[in-house]
């Protein structure tokens, strides 16, 4: 059964300090998203690849978000420095044509 | 200060009756439509999709409606059970390939 997985499920961490989440696209999915939840936006799309090229990243603060396919098994979001306002559900997905699956999430506190 | 989020609308049923979830969506481009569901704690996962060149198609207990006329999207489920119980988002392609426009969802609610 295949599944995106993501780490750390959970990150408490405060202002300032440097957050990094990983994502495993589902083996074979060339498209890989980076998504942001939270209540007062729903869900905001981050950063997207194809074929581990970055394609959009539109929806991201670029002064302090970063987001990396170092290969096709792994994709990165990193946050340098981290805010109170980043505090969301972070998820994953990754596809082939159109369908996305997403992965469990990573929820991320900062204080 | 009071935090003030996103007004979700919410649907409640009674446990095995029909549910129908409705959106309306932005795009007359848009040529590929989805519905997740997302329980809580979870990421959204995919329940059905629709092409442009459809205006129905059905899965297990699911039916997706798609009127391009009005740009109107349904999802129908079937005797609503209690896992059931989620937000549903609809998502449109918006005439690009690979990425999606989500909606702000739907709460179900069902009642036993």
């Known amino acids: 059964d295949a599944r995106v997985t993501q780490t750390p499920r959970h990150k408490v961490t405060e202002m300032g300090q440097e957050v990094t989440m990983r994502c495993q696209p589902i083996?074979?999915?060339?498209?890989v998203f980076w998504y942001r939840q939270t209540m007062m936006q729903g869900l905001e799309l981050l950063a997207y690849f194809r074929n581990r090229a970055p394609l959009d990243d539109s929806g991201m603060p670029k002064d302090r978000f970063s987001a990396e396919m170092p290969d096709a098994t792994l994709a990165t979001l990193k946050i340098q420095p981290s805010e109170p306002r980043d505090s969301a559900v972070y998820f994953c997905?990754?596809?082939?044509?159109?369908?996305?699956?997403f992965g469990p999430g990573t929820r991320l506190t900062v204080t | 200060g009071e935090s003030v989020g996103l007004h979700l609308p919410t649907l409640s049923v009674q446990e095995g009756d029909n549910s129908i979830i409705n959106c309306a969506y932005s795009?007359?481009?848009?040529?590929?439509f989805i519905w997740y569901k997302q329980e809580s704690g979870k990421g959204p996962q995919f329940i059905i999709d629709?092409?442009?060149?459809?205006d129905k198609r059905q899965g297990q207990r699911v039916t997706v409606l798609l009127n391009k006329t009005v740009k109107h999207l349904s999802l129908q489920i079937a005797a609503t059970q209690p896992g059931d119980s989620a937000v549903y988002f609809c998502?449109?392609?918006?005439?690009?390939?690979?990425?999606?426009?989500f909606g702000t969802g739907t709460l179900l609610a069902v009642q036993p």
């Open positions: 997905a990754s596809g082939l044509l159109y369908e996305q699956y």
């Open positions: 083996l074979g999915h060339n498209t």
């Open positions: 795009n007359s481009a848009s040529d590929y």
């Open positions: 629709i092409r442009s060149n459809m």
């Open positions: 998502a449109e392609d918006g005439g690009a390939t690979n990425k999606l426009i």
